[in-house]
């Protein structure tokens, strides 16, 4: 597969992921974490990413770095003809484990959210305790449905763009994302565990990605 013969050239990727390595690439989740060899690259910009201007704790990641990329990951899924919403997961060490674009298309799966899938991938992959210390980057707030998803996977963190009462304002009642309106801190306010909230954050970068969308 011409992507895989392409990793030959990743150590000189790892330092222009916001450039975006995958660009052109339909679905470049589906070799980022399956093949092993994402993490190994993206780990050099995990750590890159942490301590950045959100903390002068070093241990602390960079929220808004992170989030960045996420999206930017939804600016990718709009422009392969998805929904534009994207989520990345990091591991406890600031490693990106996986990316995963709205899956809307191409079977209109109105369930397809990123991040209910991203949570279905990694409760079937990665161990309890990788879940609990691992966060979730989303360029929109959890839905209901997906917060019940991050619930369920066990994930400890939770960090957001857009919140879901803005994107109600973007998209109405379109009937691709008739956006359902509910904090997604309602959701976790009922579990039995905690699960830490951040954002909204860079709310109008991730409302940009939306402009003509859903007009
Ligand atoms: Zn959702």
Redesign the pocket.
């Known amino acids: 597969m011409a992507v895989k013969d392409s990793m030959s050239a990743l150590s000189g990727l790892a330092f222009n992921l916001w450039r975006g390595p995958w660009c052109g690439l339909a679905s470049p989740w589906q070799w980022w974490d399956v093949e092993g060899i994402g993490a190994l690259f993206v780990g050099n910009q995990g750590r890159a990413l942490r301590g950045g201007n959100m903390s002068d704790n070093t241990s602390t990641p960079d929220h808004v770095a992170f989030l960045r990329l996420a999206i930017a990951e939804s600016r990718l899924a709009r422009a392969a003809g998805n929904h534009p919403f994207a989520s990345i997961l990091v591991g406890p060490d600031g490693e990106i484990l996986m990316r995963q674009h709205n899956a809307f298309m191409p079977e209109h799966d109105m369930t397809g959210?990123a991040?209910?899938v991203l949570m279905t991938r990694a409760s079937k992959s990665l161990p309890p305790e990788i879940l609990r210390n691992s966060t979730i980057y989303t360029s929109a707030e959890?839905?209901a449905?997906?917060a019940g998803a991050i619930y369920w996977a066990g994930l400890g963190r939770v960090v957001y763009g857009l919140s879901e009462a803005r994107l109600k304002e973007i998209t109405g009642d379109h009937p691709e994302n008739p956006t359902l309106d509910l904090p997604c801190r309602t959701v976790f306010a009922a579990g039995q565990r905690p699960v830490e909230v951040v954002g909204p954050l860079l709310e109008d970068e991730a409302a940009e990605i939306h402009d003509g969308m859903w007009g």
């Open positions: 959210h991040e209910r959890p839905c449905m997906c």
